[in-house]
């Protein structure tokens, strides 16, 4: 059988990790003949949840499971690892302000990156799903300067899934036909769906629709608030959910998307007038273990105005986390 590959998850104590890591040990993320060894990262005092979470992976009796390390170290949990995924950061507490809230995670998201530099495969694959995502993954991968920056992601696709599943409803088409859509910008409200290329059966999805309104109204706000919509109804944040975007996001960048469009957190090549390295979600294609941004689609007035906003509100979080990248 294959070598395994080691599979670094941070936050493995939390309501994301309960659910990715068992899929993970499953072979949903790698494929079904790779084995993994998972190297967990939470802080100390969630260390006890950490090592139950492990009794429950061993009493899955997974076979493609061939270890797993628990460390509050995150030299340790990244040691060689081919895969990182970023998914513990501080939640914003009562009464914090967002600024607050950057500054923390910029403080973890500064000490894994140096920690991904200097112990992890030089091919390692980061997926960064920890909020504020895009900006945490900016810092990582600036604070990893001999891992290519390109190996630096955040998650878009739990934004693409949510967008494909409205379109699904609206059209009556099963989501799995939809092709061809793009989450452009920060995963926050501000993102901009955007289906005005997407294609059902080679069909149109925009002159199926053929309804601005309801694309402003309802498509763009239902989909930049379904996180919110989720908290009220369950009172937590969306966990299923996240775990199952997450392993989309990193299976399909690693076995390929077979020409489909998916949406990844990529640093910007200086495309569509976003500035290189801001860490912005654009369409992709992956094939070989990369992916490649889908480039050169006309961009009219409304959707300039929606990907500027998303913009405008990175490089505010870029701002308000310069000083800690020196
Ligand atoms: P939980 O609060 O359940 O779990 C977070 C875990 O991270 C905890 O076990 C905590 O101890 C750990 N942690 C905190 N600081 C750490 C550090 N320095 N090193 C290692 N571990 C650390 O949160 P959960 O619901 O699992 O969500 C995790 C993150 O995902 C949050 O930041 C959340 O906002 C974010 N999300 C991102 C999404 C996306 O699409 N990009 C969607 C879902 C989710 O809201």
């Not at 950490?50 to 030299?75: Q, S, Y």
Request: net charge neutral; with cysteine.
């Amino acid at each position: 059988s294959k070598p395994a590959k080691r599979v670094a998850v941070t936050g493995a104590a939390g309501q994301i990790g309960y659910s990715l890591l068992f899929r993970i040990a499953n072979g949903d993320m790698l494929g079904k003949d790779q084995p993994v060894i998972l190297q967990l990262l939470d802080i100390t005092p969630a260390l006890p949840a950490v090592r139950g979470v492990v009794m429950e992976l061993e009493d899955c009796a997974f076979p493609l499971l061939a270890g797993v390390v628990v460390t509050d170290d995150p030299k340790v949990a990244f040691k060689d690892a081919d895969y990182a995924l970023l998914v513990g950061a501080r939640p914003r507490s009562k009464g914090m302000e967002r600024k607050d809230l950057l500054e923390a995670n910029g403080a973890i998201f500064t000490v894994q990156g140096r920690a991904l530099d200097e112990a992890a495969s030089r091919d390692v694959r980061v997926l960064v799903v920890g909020n504020p995502a895009n900006t945490n993954a900016y810092i990582a991968m600036k604070s990893a300067p001999s891992l290519p920056k390109k190996n630096f992601t955040a998650m878009l696709r739990l934004d693409h899934n949510r967008a494909l599943s409205q379109l699904a409803a609206r059209t009556g088409k099963p989501v799995g036909q939809i092709e061809k859509l793009a989450v452009w910008g920060n995963h926050s409200p501000t993102m901009y769906p955007d289906y005005r290329f997407a294609t059902i059966g080679g069909q149109s999805v925009k002159a199926m629709i053929n309804d601005d309104a309801w694309n402003r109204d309802a498509f763009i706000p239902t989909v930049g608030k379904r996180g919110a919509a989720i908290i009220e109804a369950r009172g937590l944040s969306s966990a299923a959910s996240a775990a199952n975007a997450a392993i989309d996001h990193m299976r399909d960048w690693t076995l390929g998307t077979n020409g489909r469009w998916v949406t990844m957190g990529i640093p910007s090549d200086g495309s569509y007038g976003i500035p290189e390295d801001i860490m912005y979600g654009f369409p992709v294609t992956c094939a070989g273990g990369e992916y490649t941004m889908i480039k050169g689609l006309e961009i009219d007035e409304f959707s300039r105005s929606k990907m500027d906003a998303t913009l405008k509100e990175l490089f505010e979080e870029r701002d308000g986390v310069a000083h800690l990248l020196g």
